[in-house]
């Protein structure tokens, strides 16, 4: 299997490259060999590549940045998988996309399902909802799918946030109105694998799926199990998000229903509380 990634840097990018890694030739990509705001560079990559999969896992990921760049933030999260949605159209290829639980407003009392109506209240949430109505737009084969809370070793996240800022600062102060299922970006990569490894390539498994961590906890749960994770006595005080304004909104519920994923796919993510034990035991390896 012959697989193009993109976004190699990222998160998931980087756990993709080693976890499709065993499925076939991986092609990864970084922003500066291919530019996701170019939408040429997207098609001659593509067709230089002639791969049987897509993954895209670049996107424009600073949400409260987003709401002073919105061009910039549709270009690559709105229009770019779109087009790379037409070259694998073109090239009969399956592209595997992710999303976010963004797309919702975070009204619903329960977790959300793939059907309910989706109604961003931010720049970032909105974009990602336009790249999903792309994709399904040009009816290639595709999976799209939904995680949330997306965290892990490297990069720019909460858990390294909190486990910094809990050295420097006497207290922290960390929101306990928004609740969500934080996700490694390992069990992301892991669970994209096994999709691919099963459907050996084939859409076998086409559509929406929501694919998070089992379990929920609020960013305030969250930063209490890493720090007592990390054995660090820093005091946390629980705070309501009208007390931490920022540039963009956030939903209430971040929760995303995962039992189609299950059921469809026989994938379940293990707890989210399993997967930080998992991020901080490599962390501490590292
Ligand atoms: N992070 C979350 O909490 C979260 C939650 C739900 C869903 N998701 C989705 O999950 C997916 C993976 O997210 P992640 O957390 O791994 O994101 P991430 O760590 O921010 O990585 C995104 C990657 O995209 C690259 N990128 C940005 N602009 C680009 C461009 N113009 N051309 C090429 N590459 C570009 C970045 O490159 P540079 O390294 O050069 O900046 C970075 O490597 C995304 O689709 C995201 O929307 C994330």
Not at 252 to 280: F, H, I, Y
Request: proline share 6%.
């Amino acid at each position: 299997m012959r697989i193009l990634l993109t976004g190699r840097n990222g998160q998931v990018g980087w756990e993709l490259e080693r976890k499709l890694a065993p499925l076939g030739e991986v092609i990864a990509t970084d922003r500066a060999t291919l530019d996701l705001a170019d939408p040429d560079a997207i098609r001659r990559a593509a067709r230089e590549a002639k791969p049987q999969v897509i993954v895209n896992a670049a996107a424009y990921t600073a949400v409260d940045q987003a709401e002073s760049e919105p061009e910039l933030a549709m270009q690559i999260n709105g229009i770019a998988p779109g087009i790379l949605a037409d070259e694998a159209k073109r090239l009969g290829a399956l592209l595997v996309h992710y999303s976010t639980d963004y797309v919702f407003d975070g009204e619903k009392a329960t977790p959300y399902v793939e059907d309910d109506p989706p109604n961003p209240i931010n720049v970032y949430g909105k974009t990602k909802l336009e790249g999903e109505r792309a994709i399904q737009g040009f009816g290639c084969r595709h999976l799209i799918l939904r995680t949330s809370w997306v965290y892990g070793p490297r990069g720019r996240n909460f858990l390294l946030t909190i486990l910094r800022a809990a050295r420097e600062r006497p207290e922290l102060r960390v929101v306990s109105d928004q609740v969500g299922a934080p996700t490694s970006s390992l069990a992301i990569a892991r669970a994209t694998g096994e999709i691919l490894r099963q459907s050996s390539g084939r859409a076998v498994f086409t559509g929406i799926y929501h694919m998070s961590a089992s379990g929920q906890a609020t960013w305030y749960d969250f930063a209490v199990a890493i720090l007592a994770e990390a054995r660090l006595p820093t005091p946390i005080v629980p705070i309501s998000s009208e007390q931490y304004p920022t540039a963009a909104r956030r939903p209430g519920n971040s929760l995303l229903d995962n039992s189609k994923l299950a059921a469809t796919v026989g994938t379940r993510l293990p707890s989210w509380r399993e997967q930080l034990t998992g991020v901080m035991a490599e962390l501490r390896r590292a």
